[in-house]
């Protein structure tokens, strides 16, 4: 199984700042990743697939790079409605497609 | 615009067998496409996937829960389900259905999820 993995667990932001979460697979994924937002009580929300292509609909101060193992979400100017859990999933290989453990933004 | 609603028992003693249904609309599970999806998670924990149904009724199971997975759909109610066996507390968590990209692997469409808790 590949597995992820995210850093940082959590980071503190003040609202405007620019955020960058990274995420790593235990092997090559090529361009298949996806970041996802988690609100409590919430479903996952799709941000961004194939790495870099962004969902229909989502604010363009989301952006996703990378290729191979390393893999970077950006938010380029934090919103109050942007504090919430960031998951990556590995969409490679299948069964099974693995999620990262989490990264939570919240308020400084 | 594509919707999928989870139901089920909320509560299920251990050793029984956990059962969901998802209802899809505005979409069809027969669509050649995409997957249908179980993903879960546990209270405090991160997301884990559970499998998929392919429109033709292949499945796709997480390994570590394959023994006690089965995921079915019924095409003329356009729905599709999980069966986990065997609970055990450890299977408490917020259960979701989701659609997935056939050729990306990713989930674009989650119901609101449904928390079901395993305890006698």
């Known amino acids: 199984d590949i597995q992820m993995t995210q850093s940082p667990s959590s980071v503190s932001a003040f609202v405007g700042d620019r955020v960058t979460i990274t995420c790593r697979a235990s092997?090559?994924?090529?361009?298949?990743l996806a970041w996802y937002q988690k609100k409590p009580g919430k479903a996952p929300k799709l941000l961004i697939y194939?790495?870099?292509s962004l969902q229909s609909g989502v604010p363009s101060r989301f952006s996703g790079s990378g290729s191979g193992t390393d893999f970077t979400l950006t938010i380029s100017s934090l919103q109050p409605e942007d504090f919430a859990t960031y998951y990556c999933?590995?969409?490679?290989?299948?069964?099974?497609?693995?999620f990262g453990p989490g990264t939570k933004v919240d308020i400084k | 615009q594509l919707q999928l609603q989870e139901s089920g028992p909320g509560l299920v003693k251990p050793s029984e067998t956990l059962s969901l249904t998802c209802t899809v609309s505005?979409?069809?599970?027969?669509?050649?496409?995409?997957?249908w999806g179980w993903i879960r998670q546990p209270p405090g924990k991160g997301l884990e996937w559970i499998g998929s149904?392919?429109?033709?009724?292949?499945?796709y199971y997480n390994p570590s829960l394959e023994s006690r997975v089965t995921i079915s759909r019924d095409t003329s109610k356009n729905q599709f389900s999980l069966n986990l066996s065997s609970v055990t507390a450890t299977d408490t968590a917020v259960y979701y259905c989701?659609?997935?990209?056939?050729?990306?692997?990713?989930?674009?469409?989650w119901g609101q999820g449904t928390l079901v808790t395993v305890s006698s």
């Open positions: 505005g979409g069809s599970v027969s669509s050649d496409s995409f997957y």
């Open positions: 149904i392919y429109f033709s009724g292949s499945t």
């Open positions: 092997q090559g994924i090529g361009s298949w």
């Open positions: 194939a790495a870099s």
């Open positions: 999933q590995q969409a490679n290989s299948f069964p099974p497609l693995t």
């Open positions: 989701a659609r997935q990209w056939m050729t990306a692997n990713h989930f674009d469409f």
